[in-house]
């Protein structure tokens, strides 16, 4: 069964620190990997996409993908107590255009 | 919001009976999809479509059944709603690209509690 693996949190950050949120995948087919927010009661908004390896910036936020380990991860710089949300990471599984979600890590940002 | 609609928002039904949730594109997006969300459990695929009539199961499709025969409407249907079938369902639109899976978007859900 091909997998997506997210600690689900919660992970409680003061606000203005780094937040680092991890995501681990078994299918070594997979070779797009997204990470998306989701406010309470909100539906999943995009925030980036990632095909290589290596880092990919946007703003303050930074994905990296390590595909020999397996590993996709999203780093928040300058948190700030918006960033409170469920963030979902997801890899497309192979050559199918279907995408496999993990179940969201919590992100608790304290002001 | 990617022009996705969903409806109704919410709908409170009794078990046994038949419930179709609706999903509405604007930008005439090939391949829709239809996501059930329960705590624990994440985002899991019901059906999805990649074009007019052709549709396929996801993970969790038992009970389910979805017809496309519009480029812009995605119906999923439970034939006879059951009470673990209580949960949000979101409707998703993407278009594809040659590494397999391209961005996803997603409409604002329907929660649906069956009792």
């Known amino acids: 069964q091909k997998e997506v693996e997210q600690n689900s949190g919660p992970l409680s950050v003061p606000e203005g620190a780094i937040a680092s949120l991890n995501c681990t995948y078994s299918?070594?087919?997979?070779?797009?990997f997204f990470w998306y927010r989701q406010y309470s009661g909100k539906s999943p908004e995009l925030i980036m996409f990632?095909?290589?390896?290596g880092d990919k910036e946007d703003g303050r936020f930074t994905a990296q993908l390590n595909k020999a380990s397996q590993y996709v991860s999203l780093l928040i710089r300058d948190s700030q107590p918006s960033d409170s949300a469920t963030y979902l990471c997801?890899?497309?599984?192979?050559?199918?255009?279907?995408?496999?979600f993990g179940t969201g890590t919590l992100l608790a940002v304290q002001p | 919001d990617a022009g996705i609609t969903q409806s109704p928002r919410h709908k409170v039904t009794e078990t046994g009976t038949p419930v179709t949730l609706r999903c509405h594109q604007t930008?005439?997006?090939?391949?829709m999809y239809w996501y059930r969300q329960d705590p624990g459990h994440g985002l899991r695929l019901i059906h999805y479509s990649y074009g007019v009539k052709d549709t396929d199961k996801g993970e969790v499709s038992d009970g389910y059944s979805v017809s496309r025969s519009k480029t812009e409407d995605f119906l999923l249907t439970l034939e006879s709603a059951t009470s673990s079938q209580t949960s949000v369902y979101f409707c998703a639109i993407s278009e594809a690209s040659a590494l397999g899976a391209d961005t996803q978007y997603f409409g604002p859900g329907t929660r649906l509690t069956v009792l």
């Open positions: 299918d070594r087919g997979s070779q797009s």
């Open positions: 930008e005439n997006h090939r391949y």
């Open positions: 990632i095909y290589s390896n």
């Open positions: 997801a890899g497309n599984g192979g050559a199918t255009n279907k995408l496999i």
